[in-house]
């Protein structure tokens, strides 16, 4: 079992940038596919970015390439979010989540990952 804990989100005008990180506690998530996914206002949650148990490979959402940067430091457990030009449309709540079948690909399905946190408020004003 995993526990996931995001923080770092707020609130930011447009343009600016945030980071995005998450640990995990009880066991360790080196050796596992993570991602980020978000759910806006009155929207379902949608994938953001994803990335391999060894951070080689990192797959994102069109509307965030180029923009967003998915990393991992598995020495110490936990995942990044860079997010950068941000946009009013980012609004969401940002979650984090962790595959737990041992190196699975990274992926975009959010019913591949199987432990989940409990999300961190960014909010994007104009």
């Known amino acids: 079992q995993v526990q996931l804990a995001e923080s770092g989100g707020g609130l930011v005008q447009a343009g600016g940038s945030l980071m995005l990180s998450c640990v995990g506690t009880?066991?360790?998530?080196?050796?596992?596919?993570m991602g980020w996914f978000r759910q806006g206002p009155g929207k379902e949650r949608e994938f953001v970015a994803a990335?391999?148990?060894?951070?080689?490979?990192?797959y994102y959402a069109d509307s965030v390439k180029g923009r967003f940067t998915i990393s991992r430091d598995n020495a110490k457990n936990l995942v990044y979010l860079q997010m950068n030009s941000l946009k009013p449309e980012d609004t969401a709540v940002y979650y984090c989540?962790?595959?737990?079948?041992?190196?699975?690909?990274?992926?975009?399905?959010?019913?591949?990952?199987?432990?989940w946190g409990q999300g961190a408020q960014v909010t994007v004003s104009l």
């Open positions: 009880g066991r360790t998530t080196s050796n596992y596919a």
């Open positions: 989540a962790a595959k737990d079948t041992l190196y699975a690909a990274a992926s975009r399905w959010s019913y591949e990952y199987a432990y």
């Open positions: 990335i391999s148990s060894g951070g080689s490979g990192t």
